[in-house]
């Protein structure tokens, strides 16, 4: 970089700043530091977690509890977020992923001493599932052959037979990503649950209990259900003979109690990650929230491929980011987070600092006179800051001579802009998946048809390939096939991916993380490799 151009990003990032933020950090290097002491004690502090029964579960702390406590069909690894054995020992796809066959670990037991066989599960599958179990996560299993007729009154899902030590699922169309999905807390099985019951007696290393003040809950390890998972070491039994969660009315006060030593570790919240990144013990990882430009594709200002690559060269992810969060972003250089492939398209056509030049060449050889451009830049204003909308209007017009017209709206008139799809707007969309598969987001945001193809998009290799995708029966085939569908999206550039969500968390000095990463795929701690 040279240094007219370092110039230019400090004075805007000076400019953004006094327009109202002030930067809030730089990121420490910092590791936790080790200790070797291992069983013992650990306290977390959390806000409340609300409803732990894993289908009525809806909070990032009853999410982080369950997957500490319980046991799912398929676990994560932490690192790679590759799915593993646990209550399923091993599996098969059949029919081009249009079939799926898990065989259960033996011996198992649920918390309240009953066996977990493929008949307890199936039932369990369909507590989620039932339309008067309320749950907000019956969608998971919508794919699941004769989910919509059970939802309607059907005696069961067709979809869901037990056999033997065999559980088995079909789907209506290709799933090669549903052991990822059978991951997710909301899935963990648990047997009916009793009336007025506040936990689940699920199987997992610990069983849970009301601690000593509301929405405190408390994980004693147990080796009753003899449960294990192959996603973290030691078999998943977990370090930690007891795990504390005291509840706190914010997150504020849970990260006091921290400083104060009451806790071992505690979220940071957004006000305090200057301080906490600069104290040993500070853990951060990037997450399946990702934030972009979307245009319509159909419209003649933004149909060229060329023009949507010069609008993505005009903007300094950089200096947005450290303008309005301080550097408490990741920038967007692709759509998957996980991804590092310096050969990959996504890599070589977006940058993470803007080029000016690139994009004007790029402009002229498509005949577009950038004066002649006149883009409104829809965004909902209850979420985006107003110095993200400032940065990115700064920034076309400076670096490509580009008119940005800001345009606020709140949700519902957002939502309305895209669908009427007016005067080849440009949408700032912040995307958070349910699951940290690329289905969800990149055949949710842009395969044909999709309810969350906001902009309509349709491409006929790009459905291919999405179609290939859904039907590689391997974990490996699926992520070669995911990467090919990204690839694709980064070289018509149908939307603008800008940075990545970031979740943030500190440990006490005396916090150990035995495992490969201390912060899962989803940015929560994967408290069975804690030390305290």
Known sequence: MNERTLFKRAALIAVLTLQGCGAIGSLSQEEPPATTRAGGELTVGLTPPGDLIPSRATTEPAFLILSTACDGLTALHPETGEPRPALAIRWRFLDDARGLLLTLRPGVKFGDGSAVTPSALKRSLERVASAAGGSAWAHLLARVEGFEA??????????????????????????????????????????????????????????????????????????????????????????????????????????????????????????????????????????????????????????????????????????????????????????????????????????????????????????????????????????????????????????????????????????????????????????????????????????????????????????GLIGTARKSASQEAGQRAWEQVEDELCRQMVALPLWYGVRHWSASGTVEFKGDSPLDTSGLPVLREAAP
């Not at 006149?374 to 985006?384: E, G, I, M, S, T």
Request: glycine share 8%.
């Open 150 to 463: 059970f939802r309607q009154g059907a005696s069961q899902i067709s979809g869901i037979a037990s056999s033997g030590k065999d559980l088995s699922l079909s789907f209506a169309e290709p799933s090669s990503d549903f052991l990822t999905v059978l991951a997710h807390p909301a899935l963990i099985p648990f047997p009916e649950p009793q009336e007025g019951a506040a936990y689940p007696s699920c199987a997992g290393p610990y069983r849970m209990q009301a601690g000593a003040g509301e929405g405190d809950v408390i994980l004693m390890r147990s080796d009753r259900s003899r449960s294990r998972s192959d996603a973290f070491r030691s078999m998943g039994r977990g370090i930690a003979e007891r795990i504390n969660f005291r509840a706190f009315g914010t997150t504020d006060e849970a990260f006091e109690a921290l400083r104060s030593s009451s806790v071992d570790l505690s979220p940071v919240p957004d006000n305090r990650l200057t301080e906490a990144s600069s104290r040993k013990g500070y853990l951060k990882r990037s997450t399946s929230e990702i934030t972009f430009i979307s245009m319509d594709v159909s419209k003649p200002q933004t149909s060229n491929p060329d023009v949507r690559w010069a609008l993505s060269l005009g903007i300094d992810r950089l200096v947005i980011i450290d303008a309005a969060f301080g550097d408490q972003r990741l920038p967007a250089i692709g759509w998957m987070s996980e991804r590092d492939d310096p050969s990959s398209v996504c890599d070589q056509k977006i940058r993470k600092i803007s080029d000016p030049g690139k994009g004007k060449e790029l402009l002229s050889a498509a005949g577009v006179d950038p004066a002649t451009l006149r883009l409104p830049l829809v965004f909902d204003q209850q979420k985006v800051g107003r110095l993200i909308v400032q940065a990115i209007q700064v920034q076309l017009k400076d670096s490509l001579g580009i008119e940005v017209q800001p345009l606020p709206l709140d949700a519902a008139g957002l939502a309305a802009s895209m669908a009427a799809r007016f005067d080849a707007a440009l949408w700032i969309q912040t995307y958070r998946s349910d699951l940290a598969v690329p289905n969800d987001l990149l055949g949710g945001l842009f395969a044909t048809g999709s309810s969350r193809n906001t902009v309509g998009f349709s491409d006929a290799s790009v459905e």
